[in-house]
């Protein structure tokens, strides 16, 4: 189940970006993750009094986050290779100001590759100021 979450440095950024969503899992300060029960309550501003605890979202609240908050789409896909093979990529489509941009990147050899390197896209597109 661990795999299902972001890991800790993303969701580090994510909190400092303003992600402040129940989720069903936490980080301590030394990186491990505990589960809970009480999601309702585990939102960064609840931990807000013990700055060493953050939320530890799920890919697709991440993702969801992005899409809902910041960006307008993110995916990661399956891509045929000249050889037969195939490898995975992601895709990033966004409004940037009243320009609409486009990122992706090829050749990563598991969808969780894909799927994290497009999450670290996803919070440096966010970080960068804003175009006129």
């Not at 990661?76 to 609409?100: F, M, Q």
């Not at 486009?102 to 497009?118: Q, S």
């Amino acid at each position: 189940m661990k795999q299902e979450f972001i890991p800790y440095e993303q969701a580090l950024e994510l909190k400092e970006l303003g992600f402040d969503e129940p989720c069903s899992g936490y980080y301590h300060e030394d990186k491990s993750l505990t589960y809970t029960n009480m999601v309702s309550q585990n939102t960064n501003s609840f931990w807000k009094i013990n700055n060493k605890v953050i939320t530890a979202p799920l890919y697709q609240q991440a993702f969801k986050w992005f899409r809902d908050k910041k960006l307008s789409d993110a995916s990661i896909n399956r891509h045929g290779e000249a050889d037969g093979g195939y490898s995975y990529r992601w895709e990033i489509v966004y409004e940037y100001g009243v320009y609409e941009e486009r990122h992706f990147k090829m050749g990563y050899n598991t969808y969780e590759e894909a799927e994290l390197a497009c999450l670290n896209k996803l919070i440096e597109i966010v970080k960068q100021p804003k175009k006129d």
